[in-house]
């Protein structure tokens, strides 16, 4: 049985994985209902990476659940402690054996699961009796073919983002030529507007100066028109004019 402080880290190790799969031994079990309807969330696989601390003279088991005809890699490596020595082996949904590595510091195993279940992958370190080795574990299972189907599908959709990552370019690249078109003829409307407005003030103060220009050469016209036909009535010696 795993004690609380290995479930603890296993599951900060899956949670970071988004991995979201239970540990059988010392954590809460799989009902009917998940064990009916298998699901990997919605992945053609599960992937953890962890390690764990085991005790000196002592067995550490993880629980898998596996699908049928899915394809089962498990590997570790002790990291320290001691010799380095552990026996690493794999057990079926009925508790028996059916892969084994005695005393050795790495290894792996591959294995076709013949049919859905919960899979238990066990380091023992029985070759140490007081001390303790950190062992690291890989374990990965998945569907050939619904993981090639799943590539397929994740490779047309990042084709379908790139092409839509260069259409939303062109239409950015777009938008940004129209906000330039715009900058351009609101600078060319205010442009306009001044030169209108400038034009509108020098029309009316040359209006005005050559209304004032008229009408002071009319009054000056008229004055002189009538001091010419201004014709005094007696001599300048004050006898009346013949």
Known sequence: ???????????????????????????????????????????????????VEV????????????????????S??????????????????????????????????????????????????????FVSKLVHFYIVTMVEEEWT??????????????NFTVVITEVQNSIKQVRLHQSATRMNVMKDWYMVTGNNSYVMYWSLFQIACVLMTSSFQVYFVRKLFNIPNVTPTAKPRA
């Open 76 to 129: 570790f490596e002790v990291l320290r402690g001691g010799s380095r020595m552990v026996d690493f082996y794999i057990k079926d949904v009925h508790n028996r054996v059916i892969d084994e590595l005695l005393y050795k510091s790495e290894g792996s195993f591959k294995y076709t699961v013949p049919a859905t279940g919960h899979y238990q992958i066990c380091v023992n370190n029985v070759h140490s009796r």
């Open 1 to 51: 049985m795993l004690s609380s402080s290995h479930v603890c880290f296993m599951s900060i190790c899956l949670w970071s994985l988004q991995l979201h799969h239970v540990l059988m031994e010392g954590g809460p079990g799989v009902g009917e209902e998940g064990e009916e309807d298998f699901s990997f969330d919605g992945l053609p696989g599960a992937q953890h990476e962890f390690k």
């Open 149 to 162: 189907k799943y590539v397929q599908e994740i490779d047309e959709i990042n084709n379908t983002v790139e």
């Open 55 to 74: 005790p000196g003279n002592q067995e550490e088991c993880f629980v898998q659940k596996v699908a049928q005809n899915a394809e089962l890699h498990a």
